[in-house]
């Protein structure tokens, strides 16, 4: 497949329920946008029939642009996400987790806003998740804002330039990862734009698969990162 405007990386563990009707909903709001694209599947290990699922639904769509990554070993959202980064041809680089939890009208805010800015940000303008994940959201964005010196209203799930994406190392693991890059390609200049999410009624889980030690580790490795990039942005420049 020749360059396309978007890549869409779309992780999955165990999501067997939930992945066709993920790609769905992406296939959706990309043929109501117009947009040329690509989707990248990137199985981390599944142990249930998600691999199966998605292998059969390509053999029905053999015309769409659909690729499944399988990993032997479960290596992690941010491996994948740079690794995808690097499978795909997109202009611009989209993760859509595969559980189903974001809906086509928000990939469609996202899509209607291509080369506009390095950077999109969608945030919640009425956050309808449940109360504990609401404000934990709010904290970690208070929080990030702190360290970096930037004023941001969400910081997870930003859509960036693919080339952005392809210039930065990571050694996260955790989801927290995604805030430092979009902290980095800002301090370096980057231009961005931050839309409202429109309403969205599904009701979601109080705590998803990010709410774990192993993760929360991860996070607390990426804050200290980004006080660092602070530190060296004051003291270097940089």
Known sequence: MDKCDITFFVPCLNEEENIIPTIETILTAAGEAGVSYEILIYDDNSTDNTVKIVEEYQKQHQELPIQLIKNNITRGLAYNYIEGAFLGKGKYYCAIGGDNDVPREWILAILKNLNLR??????????????????????????????????????????????????????????????????????????????????????????????????????????LKILILRIKKIVFNL
Request: glycine share 4%; net charge positive; charged share 20%.
């Open 118 to 223: 390095d950077v999109i940000i969608l945030y919640f303008e009425r956050d309808t998740r449940h109360k504990i994940r609401v404000i934990i959201s709010r904290l970690f964005t208070k929080l990030i804002n702190f360290l970096s010196g930037h004023s941001l209203k969400y910081y997870n799930g930003a859509v960036h330039l693919r080339y952005n994406v392809l210039r930065w190392h990571c050694d996260a693991s955790g989801f927290g990862f995604m805030a430092e890059l979009t902290v980095r390609v800002l301090n370096q200049g980057a231009s961005y734009m931050q839309i409202p999410a429109p309403m969205y009624k599904k009701k979601q889980k109080i705590f998803s698969k990010a709410f774990t030690l192993h993760s929360i580790l991860s996070v607390s490795h990426t804050l």
